[in-house]
């Protein structure tokens, strides 16, 4: 069965530093999305691609992030200065267009020390 | 806005016994309707899922029927196992594309 995968599956960072979350979708699907979910709470939306382009965002989704599709089958996010409440699992998750199946990845936690 | 409101947990019970897991939804129009289940240590899995009023999704012995008249979408499962220990979310899309919104999840704990 097809996959979202999304590498690391771990990552430390210090505070401040840049970091880029890899995921790749399933290949015939066109929505992609980020999720985050803090230890023990709620998943929560991040962003939305679709047709290269960012199609909806969070309030959670500020200048800090930021996401691109830089070769076709990659869909990244980048997060330009860690905060500590950044630490979360990072989940990606893409879509085709014919149902409403989403599939997630395994996801990255993401610790910032 | 779209919300999607789940019964709190944890949910503990014995093996064999009956599940029920309370969802109810707020949406514009007719949404789709979703419960994932996430491992523990794992990602999201999708378990059921419906698109239209009266639609009962299942799978691995679980159910949810899509009910407009109580904008409800409640898990049902008739005898637990260990196995299904894990945390249920529910979920809602308003129309193909658009991003997932979920429930806060409930953690379901089985023993034998």
Redesign the interface.
Known sequence: EPEVTQTPSHQVTQMGQEVILRCVPISNHL?F?W?RQILG?????LV?F?NNEI??K?EIFDDQFSVERPDGSNFTLKIRSTKLEDSAMY?C?S?S?SN????????TRLTVV | GNSVTQMEGPVTLSEEAFLTINCTYTATGYPSLFWYVQYPGEGLQLLLKATKADDKGSNKGFEATYRKETTSFHLEKGSVQVSDSAVYFCALSDQAGTALIFGKGTTLSVSS
């Open positions: 929505y999305y999720y709470q709620k998943v929560e939306f939305s679709y199609s909806e969070s989940f998750a879509k267009a409403y199946g989403y599939t997630f990845g395994s996801g």
